[in-house]
């Protein structure tokens, strides 16, 4: 699966089932959460079978049922768009593996979840990984003039970038994020809302998997 399959088939997933993560696909995760923390500064720790923060033992947890493996996401203040934008790309990497994930600000307990990790850093962000009961469905959104200035005549890589942006996944769906291009020059810019900055960490790594890393540059 390539890393655009994988954007355009992974949904948000709630309802696991109790199959543990197979060894190869384990291996290729912890292999990129190593090269995410070491490229990022972040903190991304896998906690498996580890059944409190979803109380995977009680069905429908806050929507969630049978949820035993997920990622807990740490950094110092000031880095939720990094956390959604490294988080996303351990997610996609996630589903290109076979498994299923879904991100997570609220719904669940502190478990063995610790609110800072030893550096320091605050528990930013958990994402919910597993083999789900289904692939879930995508979700009605907003269109690409709601969200950006793209218009006829623009190239390809910016409709594609829109496009794969429109798919990422937004608290509570409010996708508040705007695009505007000048030339090979795009800028993205969060609304204001519940976690719009990791919010456009998310939809700024599916925009560069749209539209190709080579195409554009990001504006300051």
């Known amino acids: ?111 063995k979840v610790a609110r800072r990790d030893g550096n320091g850093g605050k528990l930013y962000i958990v994402i919910a990984l597993g083999y789900g009961q289904s692939q879930g469905t995508a979700h009605r959104g907003k269109s690409a003039p709601d969200v950006s200035d793209l218009k006829d005549g623009d190239p390809a890589w910016y409709r594609d970038g829109i496009r794969a942006a429109l798919m990422a996944p937004t608290a509570v769906n409010q996708q508040k994020f705007r695009f505007t291009r000048d030339g090979n020059r795009v800028s993205a810019k969060a609304g204001l809302g519940f976690l719009t900055a990791m919010d456009l960490g998310i939809v700024k790594y599916n925009f560069e998997v749209g539209a190709g890393k080579d195409s554009f540059v990001w504006a300051e």
């Open 1 to 111: 699966m390539t890393i655009l399959e994988a954007l355009e088939q992974r949904h948000s997933v709630r309802r696991f089932t109790d199959r543990p993560i197979d060894p190869e696909a384990l291996s290729g995760l912890e292999e990129e959460i190593r090269a995410v923390n070491s490229e990022s500064g972040l903190h991304a720790v896998l906690f498996r079978d580890e059944p409190e923060a979803f109380l995977a033992e009680k069905p429908h947890y806050g929507q969630f049922s049978g949820c035993r493996n997920y990622l807990a996401i740490y950094g110092k203040r000031g880095r939720a768009e990094d956390v959604g934008y490294y988080g996303q790309r351990l997610v996609l990497r996630a589903q290109q593996l076979g498994l299923n994930s879904c991100w997570v600000a609220m719904t669940y307990r502190q478990g």
